[in-house]
Protein backbone atom coordinates (compact mmCIF):
# COMPACT_ATOMS: atom_id res chain seq x y z
CA UNK A 1 0.00 0.00 0.00
CA UNK A 2 0.95 3.44 -0.94
CA UNK A 3 1.97 6.23 1.40
CA UNK A 4 -1.08 8.42 0.03
CA UNK A 5 -3.21 5.03 -0.06
CA UNK A 6 -2.28 4.73 3.82
CA UNK A 7 -3.02 8.42 4.42
CA UNK A 8 -6.30 8.61 2.36
CA UNK A 9 -7.47 5.66 4.37
CA UNK A 10 -6.80 7.44 7.77
CA UNK A 11 -8.20 10.59 6.66
CA UNK A 12 -11.68 9.02 6.12
CA UNK A 13 -11.61 7.19 9.05
CA UNK A 14 -11.13 10.00 11.21
CA UNK A 15 -14.33 11.41 9.71
CA UNK A 16 -15.83 8.17 10.35
CA UNK A 17 -14.84 8.47 14.09
CA UNK A 18 -16.51 12.06 14.32
CA UNK A 19 -20.06 10.37 13.41
CA UNK A 20 -20.06 9.28 16.86
CA UNK A 21 -19.76 12.34 18.91
CA UNK A 22 -22.04 13.91 16.04
CA UNK A 23 -25.36 12.22 18.15
CA UNK A 24 -24.89 14.74 20.79
CA UNK A 25 -28.20 17.42 21.18
CA UNK A 26 -26.72 20.62 19.22
CA UNK A 27 -27.84 22.37 22.39
CA UNK A 28 -24.96 20.71 24.70
CA UNK A 29 -22.49 23.21 26.41
CA UNK A 30 -19.06 23.02 26.37
CA UNK A 31 -18.60 23.50 30.45
CA UNK A 32 -15.39 23.37 32.64
CA UNK A 33 -15.45 19.52 33.60
CA UNK A 34 -16.09 18.85 29.85
CA UNK A 35 -12.81 20.89 28.57
CA UNK A 36 -11.14 19.41 31.19
CA UNK A 37 -11.25 15.56 30.16
CA UNK A 38 -10.86 15.84 26.97
CA UNK A 39 -7.88 17.73 27.50
CA UNK A 40 -6.78 15.46 30.23
CA UNK A 41 -7.48 12.10 27.70
CA UNK A 42 -5.68 14.25 24.77
CA UNK A 43 -2.73 14.13 26.88
CA UNK A 44 -2.76 11.10 28.38
CA UNK A 45 -3.46 9.35 24.47
CA UNK A 46 -0.59 11.61 23.27
CA UNK A 47 1.96 10.30 26.16
CA UNK A 48 0.86 7.11 24.66
CA UNK A 49 2.45 7.50 21.66
CA UNK A 50 5.49 9.51 22.79
CA UNK A 51 6.57 6.39 25.19
CA UNK A 52 5.89 3.87 22.81
CA UNK A 53 8.23 5.46 20.55
CA UNK A 54 10.63 6.52 22.70
CA UNK A 55 11.11 2.77 23.37
CA UNK A 56 11.34 2.19 19.64
CA UNK A 57 13.89 4.53 18.74
CA UNK A 58 16.53 3.64 22.07
CA UNK A 59 15.99 -0.12 21.23
CA UNK A 60 16.56 0.81 17.76
CA UNK A 61 19.73 2.89 19.13
CA UNK A 62 21.04 -0.34 22.29
CA UNK A 63 20.08 2.04 24.60
CA UNK A 64 18.56 -0.87 27.02
CA UNK A 65 18.62 1.08 30.08
CA UNK A 66 17.14 4.32 28.43
CA UNK A 67 14.03 1.70 26.74
CA UNK A 68 13.65 0.49 30.53
CA UNK A 69 13.07 3.77 31.74
CA UNK A 70 10.79 4.30 29.00
CA UNK A 71 8.60 1.22 29.05
CA UNK A 72 8.21 1.85 32.86
CA UNK A 73 6.37 4.86 31.63
CA UNK A 74 4.64 3.40 28.43
CA UNK A 75 3.20 0.89 31.87
CA UNK A 76 1.97 3.99 33.90
CA UNK A 77 0.86 6.03 31.11
CA UNK A 78 -1.40 2.76 30.16
CA UNK A 79 -2.69 2.40 34.11
CA UNK A 80 -3.22 6.31 33.78
CA UNK A 81 -5.87 5.96 30.81
CA UNK A 82 -7.36 3.02 32.79
CA UNK A 83 -7.87 4.76 35.48
CA UNK A 84 -9.55 7.74 34.10
CA UNK A 85 -12.49 5.48 33.01
CA UNK A 86 -12.85 4.73 36.91
CA UNK A 87 -15.22 7.47 38.02
CA UNK A 88 -17.82 6.69 35.20
CA UNK A 89 -17.22 2.72 34.58
CA UNK A 90 -15.41 1.86 37.97
CA UNK A 91 -12.81 0.06 39.74
CA UNK A 92 -13.13 -3.54 37.86
CA UNK A 93 -13.47 -1.83 34.14
CA UNK A 94 -10.91 -0.02 34.79
CA UNK A 95 -8.55 -3.11 35.91
CA UNK A 96 -9.73 -4.54 32.34
CA UNK A 97 -9.17 -1.75 30.37
CA UNK A 98 -5.61 -1.91 31.51
CA UNK A 99 -5.09 -5.43 31.11
CA UNK A 100 -6.06 -4.89 26.99
CA UNK A 101 -3.73 -1.65 27.06
CA UNK A 102 -1.08 -4.73 27.89
CA UNK A 103 -2.00 -6.29 25.44
CA UNK A 104 -2.08 -3.76 22.52
CA UNK A 105 1.66 -2.77 23.66
CA UNK A 106 2.96 -6.44 23.97
CA UNK A 107 1.68 -6.69 20.35
CA UNK A 108 3.77 -3.36 19.25
CA UNK A 109 6.58 -4.64 21.16
CA UNK A 110 6.42 -8.56 19.59
CA UNK A 111 6.16 -5.97 15.91
CA UNK A 112 9.59 -4.33 16.94
CA UNK A 113 11.30 -6.95 17.56
CA UNK A 114 9.89 -8.60 14.86
CA UNK A 115 10.64 -5.81 12.13
CA UNK A 116 14.06 -5.33 14.33
CA UNK A 117 15.03 -9.11 13.93
CA UNK A 118 13.74 -9.20 10.05
CA UNK A 119 11.64 -12.28 10.86
CA UNK A 120 8.56 -11.45 8.55
CA UNK A 121 6.82 -14.61 9.94
CA UNK A 122 6.75 -13.19 13.58
CA UNK A 123 5.84 -9.60 12.48
CA UNK A 124 2.72 -11.22 10.12
CA UNK A 125 1.76 -12.87 14.09
CA UNK A 126 2.28 -9.63 15.91
CA UNK A 127 0.29 -7.36 13.75
CA UNK A 128 -2.55 -10.28 13.94
CA UNK A 129 -2.52 -9.96 17.58
CA UNK A 130 -2.51 -5.83 17.13
CA UNK A 131 -5.69 -6.03 15.29
CA UNK A 132 -7.42 -8.79 17.28
CA UNK A 133 -6.46 -7.01 20.36
CA UNK A 134 -8.15 -3.81 18.83
CA UNK A 135 -11.45 -5.39 18.35
CA UNK A 136 -11.38 -7.00 22.02
CA UNK A 137 -10.66 -3.39 23.14
CA UNK A 138 -13.57 -1.82 20.86
CA UNK A 139 -15.97 -4.82 21.90
CA UNK A 140 -14.90 -3.73 25.72
CA UNK A 141 -15.69 0.07 25.01
CA UNK A 142 -19.07 -0.57 23.24
CA UNK A 143 -20.15 -2.62 25.98
CA UNK A 144 -19.74 -0.23 28.45
CA UNK A 145 -20.93 2.61 26.28
CA UNK A 146 -23.12 1.18 23.48
CA UNK A 147 -25.06 4.56 22.22
CA UNK A 148 -22.15 6.49 21.72
CA UNK A 149 -18.84 4.79 21.79
CA UNK A 150 -20.28 2.53 18.77
CA UNK A 151 -18.13 -0.93 18.21
CA UNK A 152 -17.26 -0.09 14.69
CA UNK A 153 -16.55 3.05 14.47
CA UNK A 154 -14.11 2.33 17.11
CA UNK A 155 -12.51 -0.72 15.84
CA UNK A 156 -11.54 1.04 12.80
CA UNK A 157 -10.28 4.04 14.63
CA UNK A 158 -7.89 1.26 16.62
CA UNK A 159 -7.11 -0.81 13.40
CA UNK A 160 -5.67 2.40 12.22
CA UNK A 161 -4.06 3.63 15.35
CA UNK A 162 -2.10 0.02 14.69
CA UNK A 163 -1.24 0.52 11.98
CA UNK A 164 0.38 3.85 12.68
CA UNK A 165 2.77 2.04 15.40
CA UNK A 166 3.72 -0.79 12.42
CA UNK A 167 4.44 2.25 9.81
CA UNK A 168 6.55 4.17 12.97
CA UNK A 169 8.43 1.31 13.46
CA UNK A 170 9.11 0.18 10.04
CA UNK A 171 10.05 3.69 9.21
CA UNK A 172 12.62 3.77 11.99
CA UNK A 173 14.25 0.41 11.19
CA UNK A 174 14.82 1.97 7.52
CA UNK A 175 15.76 4.89 9.32
CA UNK A 176 13.65 6.68 6.73
CA UNK A 177 13.09 10.09 9.18
CA UNK A 178 11.15 11.86 6.84
CA UNK A 179 8.62 9.47 6.65
CA UNK A 180 8.58 8.66 9.69
CA UNK A 181 7.93 12.60 10.74
CA UNK A 182 4.68 12.50 8.46
CA UNK A 183 3.76 9.05 10.70
CA UNK A 184 4.00 10.89 13.66
CA UNK A 185 2.11 13.86 12.52
CA UNK A 186 -0.74 11.33 11.26
CA UNK A 187 -0.50 9.44 14.41
CA UNK A 188 -1.06 12.60 16.29
CA UNK A 189 -3.64 14.29 15.21
CA UNK A 190 -5.50 10.86 14.81
CA UNK A 191 -4.86 9.87 18.37
CA UNK A 192 -6.70 13.55 18.95
CA UNK A 193 -9.72 11.64 17.02
CA UNK A 194 -10.23 8.83 19.31
CA UNK A 195 -9.50 10.95 22.90
CA UNK A 196 -12.21 13.37 21.70
CA UNK A 197 -14.28 10.34 20.97
CA UNK A 198 -14.14 8.70 23.88
CA UNK A 199 -14.28 12.23 25.92
CA UNK A 200 -17.50 13.13 23.84
CA UNK A 201 -19.09 9.54 24.79
CA UNK A 202 -18.71 9.98 28.47
CA UNK A 203 -20.34 12.95 28.68
CA UNK A 204 -23.19 12.31 26.47
CA UNK A 205 -23.26 9.03 28.93
CA UNK A 206 -23.16 10.81 32.03
CA UNK A 207 -24.35 14.81 31.18
CA UNK A 208 -25.26 15.32 34.95
CA UNK A 209 -21.51 15.11 35.44
CA UNK A 210 -20.84 17.74 33.35
Do not use: C
Not at 1 to 16: D, E, G
Amino acid sequence: MSRKTFQAIILILSVVMFIVPSQASAKDKLTDKTVELRLALRSLWTGHIFWVRNVVLTTKYGDPDAAKVEEAQVVQNAKDLANSIAPYYGKEAADKLFGLLAGHYGAIKEYMTATFSDNKEAKDAAAAKLKKNADEIATFLSSANPKYWLKEALLSALVAHGGHHMADINEINKKDFSAEAETWNAMQNHIYVIADVLANGIVQQFPKKF
